[in-house]
T-cell receptor, first 117, second 109 residues
Framework: DTAVSQTPKYLVTQMGNDKSIKCEQN?????MYWYKQDSKKFLKIMFS???????INETVPNRFSPKSPDKAHLNLHINSLELGDSAVYFC????????????????FGEGSRLTVL | GQNIDQPTEMTATEGAIVQINCTYQ??????LFWYQQHAGEAPTFLSY??LDGLEEKGRFSSFLSRSKGYSYLLLKELQMKDSASYLC??????????WGAGTKLIIKP
């Protein structure tokens, strides 16, 4: 069974469109994250979230919004896509009980490669 | 500012030993992670150090010196499958993960 799964793996779309990436984890973890990995390979945290607290990286444009229907899911919705949004987006989870606490191992999904034309 | 430095790329020979260094300057320290990332795949956990010293796990070992802001990942008996990027990440005083850009390791026969 896949621990952290994301869909779609590949997404090609036009500038200005709205798109979503879904993420599900079956590990029973309390905290989920969205990371962006750009062409320079830096992993940048976008959001960390559990059922109590959402922490947003202040550098993330408000066109990006996380949506969590339940503890096992954290979807990423992006409005008005721009060329600079092209990157690989990784979902991850950890057993940390506090969205701001990173003392546990992160389990990553396989990534979703977004290309904006 | 917060900074994690790793070499961009290293090359080593199959069967040899390689050491990948990581130096960090962060606001506080609550541990350091090493992750492996094969091209086109997700990062996977290798090690976690929070106290000074060497942690050994099979062919891989990780060392930490908090006073020097320094860690290294040691890979022994290199195999072709070890070709990957190795990411160093530090947990700062706010328990936020600060990531390095990764070191691309190329293994040659």
């Amino acid at each position: 069974d896949t621990a952290v799964s994301q869909t779609p793996k590949y997404l090609v779309t036009q500038m200005g469109n709205d798109k979503s990436i879904k993420c599900e984890q079956n590990l029973g973890h309390d905290t989920m994250y969205w990371y962006k990995q750009d062409s320079k390979k830096f992993l940048k945290i976008m959001f960390s979230y559990n059922n109590k607290e959402l922490i947003i990286n202040e550098t993330v444009p408000n066109r990006f919004s996380p949506k969590s229907p339940d503890k096992a899911h954290l979807n990423l919705h992006i409005n008005s896509l721009e060329l600079g949004d092209s990157a690989v987006y990784f979902c991850a989870s950890s057993p940390a009980s506090d969205a701001g606490t990173n003392t546990g191992e992160l389990f990553f999904g396989e990534g979703s490669r977004l290309t904006v034309l | 500012g917060q900074n994690i430095d790793q070499p961009t790329e290293m090359t080593a020979t199959e069967g040899a030993i390689v050491q990948i260094n990581c130096t960090y300057q962060t606001s506080g320290f609550n541990g350091l992670f090493w992750y492996q990332q094969h091209a086109g795949e997700a990062p996977t956990f290798l090690s976690y150090n929070v106290l000074d010293g060497l942690e050994e796990k099979g062919r891989f070992s990780s060392f930490l010196s908090r006073s020097k802001g320094y860690s290294y990942l040691l890979l022994k008996e290199l195999q072709m499958k070890d070709s990957a990027s190795y990411l160093c990440a530090v947990v700062d005083s706010n328990y936020q993960l600060i990531w390095g850009a990764g070191t691309k390791l190329i293994i040659k026969p």
